[in-house]
């Protein structure tokens, strides 16, 4: 499916060949490797164990490889004139949301044991909050209830307009770019970079195929501890839960 980013300003994105041989091939494919995920054992004591096994993390994997090559299938075959260039990280700018709760946990083992991740948790701390101080801004000129969506979209116009770079950007490099999530991966701009963070970027999402992105939704939910879909504010829930250990695993009680 091709989304468009809400900050954009025209008609959609002329992509022809999202039913072609090719895309239904690796749509089909992500759904057998999600439904594997999904079908892991060790999903449904997750919130016990706090743990899950290799093999689901190498099926994330092959689930994310597969998805790089449906992207860029649909980009190939479309008449689309990308902007997007290798070292381009404005998209870095901007609150990451939209990411599936096994992909915190994913993350969350990346970074875990990084030297300087108690630095990169406080950056991720601060940007939550700072979400949250422009939700509260928002929400305080209102006078009747506001819908979820208007105010996400305020807050997430101001936090782009701000610029501030994802913790995880290290130069002009992502440091879990292997590993980055589906929002990280979907984000493409017909505009130049200078617009992306602006109203006047045209920019559009490649979403995974419909079943497997249910498949994935529904997984997400089984996993999930306290959890938002905003980068930021996943990572910081999911490391102030101790019992989580997800590079673990769990002792054998004896
Ligand atoms: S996770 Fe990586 S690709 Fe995604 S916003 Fe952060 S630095 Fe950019």
Known sequence: MICLYPTMTTSAPDIVSLTDAESRRLGARMTVLAQAMA?????????????????????????????DAYIAH????????????????????????????????????????????GDIHNTFVARADEFQRLVAEFTATQTSATPNDAIAAYAL???????????????????????????CRMYYSLTHPMYCTTPH?????????EEANAILWDLSG??????????????????????????AAPVAST
């Open 39 to 67: 079908d892991t054992g060790e999903v449904t004591d997750f919130a016990s164990t706090g743990w899950l096994p290799d093999r689901f993390f190498d099926l994330l994997g092959e689930l994310n490889a597969t998805y």
């Open 74 to 117: 649909n980009i190939s075959a479309s008449a689309l004139k990308i902007q997007c260039r290798f070292g381009c990280t404005r998209c870095c700018h901007q609150a990451v949301h939209g990411v599936y709760s096994f992909e915190v946990i994913h993350l969350y083992r990346q970074l875990r044991s990084l030297p300087d991740y």
């Open 157 to 183: 116009q101001k936090f782009a307009a701000a610029a501030k770079p994802c913790p995880l950007l290290l130069g002009n490099n992502c440091r879990v770019y292997e590993h980055r999530p589906v929002p």
């Open 201 to 209: 970027g045209q920019n559009f999402h490649i979403e995974p195929p």
């Open 222 to 247: 089984r996993l999930a501890f306290p959890f938002s879909e905003y980068l930021a504010q996943g990572l910081v829930s999911f490391a102030f839960r101790r019992q989580f250990r997800p590079w």
